[in-house]
């Protein structure tokens, strides 16, 4: 079993009320870089997951009801607790999900920055007066807690991923059961106790690991599901809004991304090539927002990649617990195959590897591990599968362009628009560039533009909705408009006073 476990009193089975519980089945929790067991993990049945949300709905009238400001200070300490925790919940996250330490402590940080934001939200949370046409009346428009909320998180970053949605769920006065993906529920339930003992009642979040579809079926036939929140790809958003049709909750979905990676012809061709080093091999390239096709004026191509070979072959590939590594396994063996065909695909089709990285490869340790080489292809075409599908891996797919005009139309022709990237000196043609895109989010010389003090969501068929930022908080309230008389008091004039 992990040893972090213990020092977070986490056990592996189901969070529900405030205990654990058992469920009807175990899944296996394994560490993708060496293929250890790391837990046999309780499964909950769609029995557990109603009592969770029954659970729930009673926890609710008492949150529901809690001042602001209180709630405000539980997840402020919660994030006090993460920050006080990093080392040992980033080394459970490394060995759960295979990413480098270092980017699990960044992951840390990440998750109690969206407390400690919603924390500070949650009493700026009020409604207002609105004037009414007849005189002698007034309206009065207020949020009010949603209700209990349905969240599903997935693998890749599935402590922050989940605290984006936690935190502002309770914010708002809402209490939530949350299932988080099966190949990763250790770090998830690790925010158990440490909600527990930042000052969350019994209920007020439930923690079930079940299979994807059970969930999915439950959330949407449950009429005391308010809201349902996922983070996942298009296919599973499209199914799950499909489902949501028996009783219409609010759907929050943040889905499947093709990110463009735009560089200018004037843009500083060693800062961009950093900059897609650390983005793809930030967790192994498994992220909805990271580059997926690199589009680079054909006069700078062969610079470009003179500027980005070095930096590729450079980089450590292993186990993310061992010093000096920059990227480790996909999740699993699957996951690699999946992205070695999408590359064999490119090749078979005219495009050409630049350079492959397997510096996985010499460690004996990881023949069993999940490793997929990161690769730097040339030659890629909008039309080939390389180009048009979420990759989900360290690949970086070089497509070449002959005017900005060009680049801009092609980076719009697809049907996602959740993330891109720009590049260039001029940044008044930067933020042109930037403004033109379909997208929800833009890094200008960024490649880690999200924070929790913004707004981040797709549009097209990269979601609905918005976490982070003030309207990640409304996306867990519903509005009620009263139209009241107008209070008045006749305090005569100075004279009669």
Known sequence: MAPELNALKVEPRLWIDGVWADGSGTVAVTNPATGDLLAEVQRGSAEDLRRAIEGAQRAFAAWSRAPAALRGEVLKRAAALLTARRSTLAALLTREQGKPLAQALGEVDYAASFFQWFGEEARRLCGRIQPHPTPGFEYLVQPFPAGVVGLITPWNFPLAQGAKKVAAALAAGCTAVWKPAEQTPLIALALAPLLVEAGLPAGGLQIVTA???????????????????????????????????????????????????????????????????????????????????????????????????????????????????????????????????????????????????????????????????????????????????????????????????????????????????????????????????????????????????????????????????????????????????????????????
Request: glycine share 10%.
């Open 211 to 497: 299979p994807g579809r059970l969930v999915g079926e439950v959330f949407t036939q449950d009429a005391r599901i308010r809201v349902l929140s996922l983070t996942g790809s298009t296919e599973t958003g499209r199914s799950l809004a499909a489902a949501a049709v028996r009783h219409f909750p609010r759907l929050s979905l943040e889905l499947g991304g093709n990110a463009p990676f735009i560089v200018l012809p004037d843009a500083d061709l060693e800062k961009a090539a950093s900059d897609l080093v650390r983005l793809k091999f930030l967790c192994s390239g498994q992220v909805c927002v990271t580059a997926n096709r690199i589009f680079i004026p054909a006069s700078r191509e062969s610079e470009f990649l003179e500027h980005l070979q070095p930096l590729w072959l450079q980089a450590r590939v292993g186990n993310g617990l061992h010093d000096g590594v920059d990227a480790g396994p996909l999740i699993h063996h699957q996951a690699c195959q999946q992205v070695r065909a999408l590359i064999e695909d490119a090749l078979a089709q005219g495009a050409a590897e630049v350079c492959v990285n397997r510096t996985h490869a010499t460690d004996a340790r990881l023949a069993a591990g999940s490793f997929c080489a990161p690769t730097v292809v040339r030659g890629v075409r909008d039309d080939m599968a390389l180009a048009s599908t979420e990759i989900f891996g360290p690949v970086a797919p070089i497509l070449t362009y002959a005017s900005i005009e060009e680049a801009v139309w092609r980076a719009n022709g697809t049907p996602f628009g959740l993330a891109a990237y720009v590049y260039g000196t001029d940044v008044a043609r930067a933020r042109a560039v930037a403004e033109a895109l379909e997208v929800g989010i833009v890094g200008v010389n960024e490649w880690r533009p999200l924070r929790a003090e913004i707004p981040f969501g797709g549009i097209k068929e990269s979601g609905l909705g918005w976490e982070g930022g003030e309207e990640g908080l409304h996306e867990f309230v519903v509005l009620k408009t009263i139209a009241l008389p107008r209070a008045s008091v006749n305090i005569g004039t100075k004279e009669n006073l």
